[in-house]
Protein backbone atom coordinates (compact mmCIF):
# COMPACT_ATOMS: atom_id res chain seq x y z
CA UNK A 1 0.00 0.00 0.00
CA UNK A 2 1.49 3.44 -0.11
CA UNK A 3 1.87 3.56 3.45
CA UNK A 4 4.63 1.20 3.09
CA UNK A 5 6.21 3.40 0.91
CA UNK A 6 8.89 5.81 1.97
CA UNK A 7 7.83 9.21 1.10
CA UNK A 8 9.79 11.78 -0.62
CA UNK A 9 10.21 14.78 1.66
CA UNK A 10 9.27 17.21 -0.36
CA UNK A 11 7.65 17.84 -4.21
CA UNK A 12 10.87 20.69 -5.08
CA UNK A 13 13.75 17.86 -3.39
CA UNK A 14 12.76 15.52 -6.22
CA UNK A 15 11.90 17.40 -9.26
CA UNK A 16 14.42 20.23 -9.29
CA UNK A 17 16.95 22.53 -7.64
CA UNK A 18 19.36 19.15 -6.95
CA UNK A 19 22.51 18.93 -9.10
CA UNK A 20 22.76 16.73 -11.98
CA UNK A 21 25.46 14.45 -12.88
CA UNK A 22 24.67 14.17 -16.45
CA UNK A 23 23.21 17.77 -17.81
CA UNK A 24 20.95 15.85 -20.52
CA UNK A 25 19.59 13.12 -17.43
CA UNK A 26 16.72 14.38 -14.77
CA UNK A 27 18.07 15.06 -11.63
CA UNK A 28 19.83 12.14 -9.17
CA UNK A 29 16.52 12.16 -7.02
CA UNK A 30 14.40 12.01 -9.36
CA UNK A 31 15.75 9.01 -11.00
CA UNK A 32 16.08 7.19 -7.96
CA UNK A 33 12.04 7.59 -7.67
CA UNK A 34 11.60 6.41 -11.52
CA UNK A 35 13.52 3.25 -10.19
CA UNK A 36 12.11 2.38 -7.63
CA UNK A 37 8.15 2.73 -8.83
CA UNK A 38 5.97 4.56 -11.36
CA UNK A 39 3.90 6.59 -8.70
CA UNK A 40 4.91 8.27 -5.63
CA UNK A 41 3.56 10.06 -2.52
CA UNK A 42 4.93 14.00 -1.98
CA UNK A 43 4.25 16.94 0.23
CA UNK A 44 3.45 20.06 -1.32
CA UNK A 45 5.30 22.76 -0.06
CA UNK A 46 1.90 24.13 1.69
CA UNK A 47 1.59 20.71 3.42
CA UNK A 48 -1.09 19.01 0.42
CA UNK A 49 -0.11 15.20 0.21
CA UNK A 50 -0.06 14.63 -3.37
CA UNK A 51 1.30 12.13 -6.21
CA UNK A 52 4.69 12.16 -8.18
CA UNK A 53 4.28 10.43 -11.56
CA UNK A 54 7.37 9.10 -13.44
CA UNK A 55 6.67 5.95 -15.52
CA UNK A 56 5.84 6.55 -18.96
CA UNK A 57 2.42 4.29 -19.95
CA UNK A 58 0.96 6.46 -16.19
CA UNK A 59 2.18 9.69 -17.26
CA UNK A 60 0.42 8.99 -20.14
CA UNK A 61 -2.52 7.53 -18.88
CA UNK A 62 -3.19 10.30 -16.57
CA UNK A 63 -2.76 12.79 -19.39
CA UNK A 64 -5.46 11.38 -21.77
CA UNK A 65 -7.76 10.95 -18.65
CA UNK A 66 -10.96 13.75 -18.12
CA UNK A 67 -10.88 12.50 -14.02
CA UNK A 68 -7.73 14.89 -14.38
CA UNK A 69 -8.29 18.39 -14.64
CA UNK A 70 -5.85 21.27 -15.53
CA UNK A 71 -7.82 23.84 -13.90
CA UNK A 72 -5.76 26.30 -11.60
CA UNK A 73 -7.82 26.88 -8.65
CA UNK A 74 -7.50 23.14 -8.50
CA UNK A 75 -3.77 23.12 -8.21
CA UNK A 76 -1.49 23.42 -5.04
CA UNK A 77 1.56 25.39 -5.57
CA UNK A 78 4.85 22.98 -6.45
CA UNK A 79 7.31 25.92 -5.93
CA UNK A 80 7.11 27.36 -1.88
CA UNK A 81 8.04 30.68 -3.18
CA UNK A 82 4.78 30.77 -5.22
CA UNK A 83 2.13 29.78 -3.02
CA UNK A 84 -0.55 31.87 -1.69
CA UNK A 85 -2.73 31.79 1.47
CA UNK A 86 -4.91 28.47 2.01
CA UNK A 87 -2.34 26.24 -0.63
CA UNK A 88 -5.02 27.37 -3.80
CA UNK A 89 -4.25 29.60 -6.56
CA UNK A 90 -6.96 31.56 -8.10
CA UNK A 91 -8.82 30.59 -11.27
CA UNK A 92 -7.75 31.48 -14.47
CA UNK A 93 -8.59 34.22 -16.05
CA UNK A 94 -10.12 34.25 -19.67
CA UNK A 95 -8.28 33.31 -22.58
CA UNK A 96 -5.63 31.40 -20.59
CA UNK A 97 -7.02 27.91 -21.56
CA UNK A 98 -3.67 26.29 -20.68
CA UNK A 99 -4.99 26.28 -17.31
CA UNK A 100 -9.28 25.13 -17.83
CA UNK A 101 -10.69 22.21 -18.69
CA UNK A 102 -13.49 21.21 -21.67
CA UNK A 103 -15.93 22.88 -22.48
CA UNK A 104 -13.83 26.46 -21.65
CA UNK A 105 -10.99 25.05 -22.83
CA UNK A 106 -12.65 23.85 -26.27
CA UNK A 107 -13.47 27.12 -27.55
CA UNK A 108 -10.76 29.10 -27.25
CA UNK A 109 -8.47 25.77 -28.63
CA UNK A 110 -11.02 25.99 -31.55
CA UNK A 111 -10.39 29.55 -32.25
CA UNK A 112 -6.80 28.60 -32.34
CA UNK A 113 -6.29 25.45 -34.15
CA UNK A 114 -7.41 26.79 -37.54
CA UNK A 115 -4.19 28.95 -37.37
CA UNK A 116 -1.40 26.56 -35.86
CA UNK A 117 -2.51 23.65 -38.48
CA UNK A 118 1.03 21.47 -39.99
CA UNK A 119 -0.23 23.96 -43.43
CA UNK A 120 -0.51 27.18 -41.73
CA UNK A 121 3.70 26.10 -40.34
CA UNK A 122 4.85 24.82 -43.46
CA UNK A 123 4.12 28.21 -45.04
CA UNK A 124 6.17 29.80 -42.42
CA UNK A 125 9.53 27.78 -43.68
CA UNK A 126 11.16 30.12 -46.02
CA UNK A 127 10.42 32.87 -43.26
CA UNK A 128 12.25 30.97 -40.64
CA UNK A 129 15.23 29.41 -43.13
CA UNK A 130 15.74 33.60 -43.64
CA UNK A 131 16.08 34.47 -39.87
CA UNK A 132 18.37 31.72 -39.11
CA UNK A 133 20.69 32.34 -42.08
CA UNK A 134 20.49 36.12 -41.03
CA UNK A 135 21.74 34.66 -36.88
CA UNK A 136 24.05 32.75 -38.81
CA UNK A 137 25.79 35.00 -41.00
CA UNK A 138 25.91 37.56 -38.04
CA UNK A 139 27.85 35.29 -36.05
CA UNK A 140 30.24 34.12 -38.89
CA UNK A 141 30.45 37.88 -39.51
CA UNK A 142 31.50 38.53 -36.25
CA UNK A 143 34.37 35.76 -35.30
CA UNK A 144 34.40 32.89 -32.98
CA UNK A 145 33.86 32.71 -30.15
CA UNK A 146 29.86 33.15 -29.59
CA UNK A 147 27.25 32.64 -27.35
CA UNK A 148 24.54 30.56 -29.50
CA UNK A 149 22.29 31.66 -26.47
CA UNK A 150 22.12 34.93 -27.20
CA UNK A 151 22.81 34.99 -30.92
CA UNK A 152 20.93 31.72 -32.66
CA UNK A 153 18.95 30.26 -30.31
CA UNK A 154 16.90 33.21 -28.38
CA UNK A 155 16.68 35.52 -31.29
CA UNK A 156 15.39 32.62 -33.75
CA UNK A 157 12.38 31.52 -31.86
CA UNK A 158 11.47 35.05 -30.13
CA UNK A 159 11.57 36.56 -34.26
CA UNK A 160 9.30 33.99 -35.15
CA UNK A 161 6.72 34.24 -32.70
CA UNK A 162 6.63 38.24 -32.72
CA UNK A 163 6.42 37.91 -36.43
CA UNK A 164 3.41 35.52 -36.38
CA UNK A 165 1.78 37.36 -33.34
CA UNK A 166 2.45 40.63 -34.96
CA UNK A 167 4.47 41.75 -32.20
CA UNK A 168 7.82 44.05 -32.92
CA UNK A 169 10.72 42.76 -32.24
CA UNK A 170 12.03 45.79 -31.19
CA UNK A 171 10.22 45.39 -27.76
CA UNK A 172 11.53 42.04 -27.22
CA UNK A 173 13.68 43.79 -24.35
CA UNK A 174 10.15 44.18 -22.38
CA UNK A 175 8.63 40.60 -22.87
CA UNK A 176 12.21 39.10 -22.21
CA UNK A 177 13.11 40.33 -18.96
CA UNK A 178 9.63 39.76 -17.75
CA UNK A 179 9.84 36.35 -19.17
CA UNK A 180 13.01 35.40 -17.42
CA UNK A 181 11.49 36.67 -13.84
CA UNK A 182 8.42 34.35 -14.53
CA UNK A 183 10.43 31.11 -15.48
CA UNK A 184 13.02 31.67 -12.37
CA UNK A 185 12.08 29.33 -9.52
CA UNK A 186 13.66 32.08 -6.59
CA UNK A 187 10.78 34.23 -8.00
CA UNK A 188 8.08 35.40 -5.20
CA UNK A 189 4.46 35.31 -6.35
CA UNK A 190 4.55 39.40 -6.18
CA UNK A 191 7.48 39.30 -8.60
CA UNK A 192 5.34 37.01 -10.86
CA UNK A 193 2.13 38.96 -10.61
CA UNK A 194 4.29 41.74 -11.27
CA UNK A 195 6.32 40.21 -14.54
CA UNK A 196 2.67 39.05 -15.85
CA UNK A 197 1.32 42.73 -15.18
CA UNK A 198 4.22 44.04 -17.13
CA UNK A 199 3.75 41.78 -19.76
CA UNK A 200 0.27 42.20 -20.03
CA UNK A 201 0.30 45.66 -19.68
CA UNK A 202 2.66 46.04 -23.24
CA UNK A 203 -0.09 43.41 -24.82
CA UNK A 204 -3.18 45.43 -23.83
CA UNK A 205 -1.85 48.72 -25.39
CA UNK A 206 -0.46 46.58 -28.66
CA UNK A 207 -3.70 44.95 -28.96
CA UNK A 208 -5.61 48.17 -29.14
CA UNK A 209 -3.72 49.33 -31.75
CA UNK A 210 -3.98 46.28 -33.88
CA UNK A 211 -7.87 46.60 -33.07
CA UNK A 212 -7.55 49.81 -34.45
CA UNK A 213 -5.35 49.09 -38.07
CA UNK A 214 -5.30 45.68 -38.37
CA UNK A 215 -1.99 43.84 -39.56
CA UNK A 216 -1.20 40.26 -41.24
CA UNK A 217 -0.62 38.69 -38.86
CA UNK A 218 -2.24 35.94 -35.69
CA UNK A 219 -3.61 38.25 -33.17
CA UNK A 220 -5.23 40.77 -36.24
CA UNK A 221 -6.46 37.71 -37.30
CA UNK A 222 -8.11 36.56 -34.10
CA UNK A 223 -9.36 40.58 -33.17
CA UNK A 224 -11.20 39.96 -36.42
CA UNK A 225 -12.85 36.95 -35.33
CA UNK A 226 -15.45 39.02 -33.36
CA UNK A 227 -15.34 36.10 -30.93
CA UNK A 228 -12.84 37.32 -27.85
CA UNK A 229 -12.62 40.56 -25.87
CA UNK A 230 -10.02 42.60 -25.38
CA UNK A 231 -8.96 40.47 -22.10
CA UNK A 232 -9.35 37.78 -23.52
CA UNK A 233 -7.02 38.44 -26.59
CA UNK A 234 -4.65 39.51 -24.38
CA UNK A 235 -4.18 36.83 -22.25
CA UNK A 236 -4.01 35.01 -25.56
CA UNK A 237 -1.48 36.60 -26.70
CA UNK A 238 0.60 36.07 -23.82
CA UNK A 239 0.88 32.42 -23.30
CA UNK A 240 1.64 32.26 -27.12
CA UNK A 241 4.27 34.97 -26.63
CA UNK A 242 5.50 33.09 -23.09
CA UNK A 243 4.94 29.57 -24.27
CA UNK A 244 6.37 30.30 -28.17
CA UNK A 245 10.02 31.51 -27.31
CA UNK A 246 11.54 30.29 -24.37
CA UNK A 247 10.63 26.53 -25.01
CA UNK A 248 11.62 26.52 -28.15
CA UNK A 249 14.72 28.68 -27.32
CA UNK A 250 15.98 26.15 -25.04
CA UNK A 251 15.28 23.17 -26.69
CA UNK A 252 17.91 24.80 -29.55
CA UNK A 253 20.02 25.28 -27.55
CA UNK A 254 20.68 22.15 -25.09
CA UNK A 255 19.93 20.05 -28.40
CA UNK A 256 22.86 21.81 -29.91
CA UNK A 257 24.66 21.16 -26.64
CA UNK A 258 23.29 16.96 -26.96
CA UNK A 259 25.22 16.80 -30.18
CA UNK A 260 28.25 18.93 -29.72
CA UNK A 261 29.06 16.42 -26.58
CA UNK A 262 27.73 13.22 -28.86
CA UNK A 263 30.13 13.92 -31.91
CA UNK A 264 29.44 10.09 -33.25
CA UNK A 265 25.49 11.34 -33.45
CA UNK A 266 25.99 14.57 -34.62
CA UNK A 267 28.46 12.82 -37.28
CA UNK A 268 25.58 10.82 -37.88
CA UNK A 269 23.42 13.51 -38.54
CA UNK A 270 25.99 15.60 -40.93
CA UNK A 271 26.04 12.72 -42.84
CA UNK A 272 22.93 12.15 -43.58
CA UNK A 273 20.41 15.31 -43.08
CA UNK A 274 17.74 13.73 -43.92
CA UNK A 275 17.63 11.89 -40.64
CA UNK A 276 17.15 15.51 -39.21
CA UNK A 277 13.25 14.67 -38.42
CA UNK A 278 14.28 12.12 -36.58
CA UNK A 279 16.93 13.79 -34.58
CA UNK A 280 14.60 16.30 -33.53
CA UNK A 281 12.51 13.65 -32.05
CA UNK A 282 14.95 12.12 -30.27
CA UNK A 283 16.41 15.56 -28.88
CA UNK A 284 12.96 16.36 -27.74
CA UNK A 285 12.86 12.93 -25.77
CA UNK A 286 16.38 13.19 -24.29
CA UNK A 287 16.74 16.29 -23.23
CA UNK A 288 13.67 17.56 -21.60
CA UNK A 289 13.07 21.17 -20.90
CA UNK A 290 10.17 20.75 -18.50
CA UNK A 291 11.95 20.70 -14.88
CA UNK A 292 8.92 20.56 -12.95
CA UNK A 293 6.63 18.70 -15.23
CA UNK A 294 2.73 19.09 -15.63
CA UNK A 295 0.21 19.46 -12.74
CA UNK A 296 -3.46 17.92 -12.85
CA UNK A 297 -5.67 17.39 -9.75
CA UNK A 298 -8.38 14.31 -9.51
CA UNK A 299 -11.95 15.83 -10.04
CA UNK A 300 -12.90 12.10 -8.64
CA UNK A 301 -11.11 9.69 -6.75
CA UNK A 302 -9.43 7.20 -9.10
CA UNK A 303 -7.36 4.42 -8.69
CA UNK A 304 -4.21 3.75 -10.72
CA UNK A 305 -1.82 1.21 -10.50
CA UNK A 306 -2.75 -0.19 -7.51
CA UNK A 307 -2.99 3.62 -5.75
CA UNK A 308 -5.66 5.67 -4.67
CA UNK A 309 -5.86 9.31 -5.67
CA UNK A 310 -8.39 11.24 -4.25
CA UNK A 311 -10.53 13.50 -5.06
CA UNK A 312 -8.77 17.05 -5.39
CA UNK A 313 -5.10 15.40 -4.59
CA UNK A 314 -2.70 16.98 -7.39
CA UNK A 315 -0.41 14.73 -9.48
CA UNK A 316 2.77 15.77 -11.00
CA UNK A 317 3.57 14.30 -14.55
CA UNK A 318 7.30 13.68 -14.14
CA UNK A 319 7.32 13.75 -18.46
CA UNK A 320 11.41 14.26 -17.80
CA UNK A 321 11.38 10.52 -16.36
CA UNK A 322 8.65 9.27 -18.24
CA UNK A 323 10.78 10.03 -21.07
CA UNK A 324 13.44 7.68 -19.96
CA UNK A 325 11.21 5.02 -18.79
CA UNK A 326 13.07 1.42 -19.50
CA UNK A 327 10.20 0.02 -19.98
CA UNK A 328 8.94 2.00 -22.88
CA UNK A 329 12.47 3.31 -24.49
CA UNK A 330 15.41 0.71 -25.05
CA UNK A 331 18.56 2.58 -24.27
CA UNK A 332 16.62 4.86 -22.47
CA UNK A 333 19.61 7.28 -21.60
CA UNK A 334 21.41 6.58 -24.64
CA UNK A 335 20.94 10.04 -27.19
CA UNK A 336 19.98 7.56 -30.52
CA UNK A 337 19.04 9.87 -33.67
CA UNK A 338 17.70 6.70 -35.42
CA UNK A 339 15.38 5.60 -32.53
CA UNK A 340 12.60 3.82 -33.90
CA UNK A 341 8.61 4.30 -32.64
CA UNK A 342 10.00 7.67 -30.49
CA UNK A 343 6.38 8.46 -28.54
CA UNK A 344 8.32 10.77 -26.12
CA UNK A 345 6.18 13.29 -24.11
CA UNK A 346 7.84 16.17 -24.55
CA UNK A 347 4.59 18.23 -26.10
CA UNK A 348 2.76 16.46 -23.59
CA UNK A 349 -0.34 14.41 -24.11
CA UNK A 350 -4.48 14.53 -24.58
CA UNK A 351 -6.40 17.93 -24.61
CA UNK A 352 -3.58 20.41 -23.86
CA UNK A 353 -0.99 18.95 -25.61
CA UNK A 354 0.99 21.64 -27.20
CA UNK A 355 -0.71 23.83 -29.77
CA UNK A 356 2.50 25.04 -30.93
CA UNK A 357 4.46 21.98 -31.85
CA UNK A 358 4.45 21.90 -35.58
CA UNK A 359 6.64 25.07 -35.60
CA UNK A 360 8.72 24.13 -32.69
CA UNK A 361 9.54 21.07 -34.93
CA UNK A 362 9.84 23.06 -37.81
CA UNK A 363 12.20 25.92 -36.16
CA UNK A 364 14.47 22.84 -34.63
CA UNK A 365 14.75 21.18 -37.83
CA UNK A 366 15.99 24.22 -39.79
CA UNK A 367 18.21 25.96 -36.86
CA UNK A 368 19.89 22.61 -36.17
CA UNK A 369 20.76 22.08 -39.74
CA UNK A 370 21.44 25.59 -40.84
CA UNK A 371 23.88 25.54 -37.82
CA UNK A 372 26.01 22.32 -38.38
CA UNK A 373 26.20 22.65 -42.21
CA UNK A 374 27.07 26.71 -41.67
CA UNK A 375 29.71 26.11 -39.25
CA UNK A 376 31.52 22.10 -39.83
CA UNK A 377 33.46 22.24 -36.91
CA UNK A 378 31.89 24.07 -34.69
CA UNK A 379 32.49 23.10 -30.75
CA UNK A 380 32.52 24.23 -27.29
CA UNK A 381 34.55 26.99 -26.51
CA UNK A 382 34.89 25.98 -22.70
CA UNK A 383 34.79 22.63 -21.11
CA UNK A 384 31.15 20.87 -21.42
CA UNK A 385 31.19 20.67 -17.15
CA UNK A 386 31.62 24.59 -17.04
CA UNK A 387 28.71 25.26 -19.40
CA UNK A 388 25.91 27.04 -16.92
CA UNK A 389 22.86 25.41 -16.71
CA UNK A 390 19.58 26.60 -16.07
CA UNK A 391 18.82 24.52 -12.72
CA UNK A 392 17.37 27.64 -11.58
CA UNK A 393 14.41 27.75 -13.95
CA UNK A 394 11.34 26.38 -14.94
CA UNK A 395 12.14 25.70 -17.93
CA UNK A 396 15.61 23.97 -18.50
CA UNK A 397 18.53 24.62 -20.58
CA UNK A 398 21.69 26.49 -20.35
CA UNK A 399 21.97 29.86 -19.88
CA UNK A 400 24.97 29.99 -22.20
CA UNK A 401 26.49 28.40 -24.67
CA UNK A 402 30.24 29.79 -25.97
CA UNK A 403 31.24 27.90 -29.37
CA UNK A 404 33.89 28.37 -31.50
CA UNK A 405 34.85 27.12 -35.01
CA UNK A 406 37.52 27.65 -37.69
CA UNK A 407 35.86 26.71 -41.39
CA UNK A 408 32.47 28.47 -41.93
CA UNK A 409 30.59 27.37 -45.22
CA UNK A 410 28.46 29.76 -47.51
C1 LIG B 1 1.20 23.40 -24.28
C2 LIG B 1 5.79 21.83 -24.57
C3 LIG B 1 6.72 25.12 -28.04
C4 LIG B 1 2.32 27.00 -27.37
C5 LIG B 1 2.36 22.66 -24.10
C6 LIG B 1 2.46 21.51 -23.23
C7 LIG B 1 3.76 21.09 -23.30
C8 LIG B 1 4.46 21.96 -24.23
C9 LIG B 1 4.37 19.93 -22.53
C10 LIG B 1 1.32 20.88 -22.41
C11 LIG B 1 1.14 21.50 -21.06
C12 LIG B 1 0.02 20.84 -20.26
O1 LIG B 1 -0.54 19.81 -20.65
O2 LIG B 1 -0.31 21.39 -19.20
C13 LIG B 1 6.45 22.60 -25.53
C14 LIG B 1 7.83 22.40 -25.95
C15 LIG B 1 8.09 23.33 -26.93
C16 LIG B 1 6.87 24.10 -27.12
C17 LIG B 1 8.77 21.34 -25.39
C18 LIG B 1 9.34 23.58 -27.72
C19 LIG B 1 10.23 22.69 -28.03
C20 LIG B 1 5.60 25.89 -28.21
C21 LIG B 1 5.44 26.95 -29.17
C22 LIG B 1 4.19 27.50 -28.95
C23 LIG B 1 3.57 26.75 -27.88
C24 LIG B 1 6.47 27.36 -30.20
C25 LIG B 1 3.45 28.63 -29.63
C26 LIG B 1 3.70 29.18 -30.71
C27 LIG B 1 1.65 26.19 -26.47
C28 LIG B 1 0.30 26.46 -26.00
C29 LIG B 1 -0.02 25.42 -25.11
C30 LIG B 1 1.14 24.55 -25.05
C31 LIG B 1 -0.58 27.62 -26.39
C32 LIG B 1 -1.33 25.23 -24.34
C33 LIG B 1 -2.21 24.28 -25.10
C34 LIG B 1 -3.51 23.96 -24.40
O3 LIG B 1 -3.63 24.15 -23.19
O4 LIG B 1 -4.44 23.52 -25.09
N1 LIG B 1 3.58 22.90 -24.72
N2 LIG B 1 5.91 23.64 -26.25
N3 LIG B 1 4.45 25.79 -27.45
N4 LIG B 1 2.13 25.03 -25.89
FE1 LIG B 1 3.98 24.28 -26.16
New binding site residues.
Partial sequence: TARSIPMTETLSSAITLSPRTCPFDPPPELIEQAEARAITPVRFPDGHMGWLITGYHLVRAV?ADPRFS?RQELRHAPIEHRMVEKGLLPPAEPGM????DPPE?TR??RL?TGQ?TVRHMNRLIPRIERIAADRLDAIAEQGPPADLVHEFALPI?SL??CE?LGVPYSDREVFQRHTATLLRLESSLDEVNAAMAGITGYLDELVRSKAASPGDDLLSGLIETGELDQGELVR?AF??LV???E??A???ALGSFALLTNPAQLAALRENPSQIEGAVEEM?RYA???QIG???AALEDVDIDGHHIAKGENVI?A?QAANRDPERFEHADTLDITRPNNGH?????????????Q???I??RIGYRALFERFPDLRLAIPADEVPMRSDMAIYGVHKLPVTWKEVKQ
Fill in positions: LAFLRMHYRLFPVILILLAGHTTNMLLSIFIQRLVLAFGHGVHQCLGQLAREM
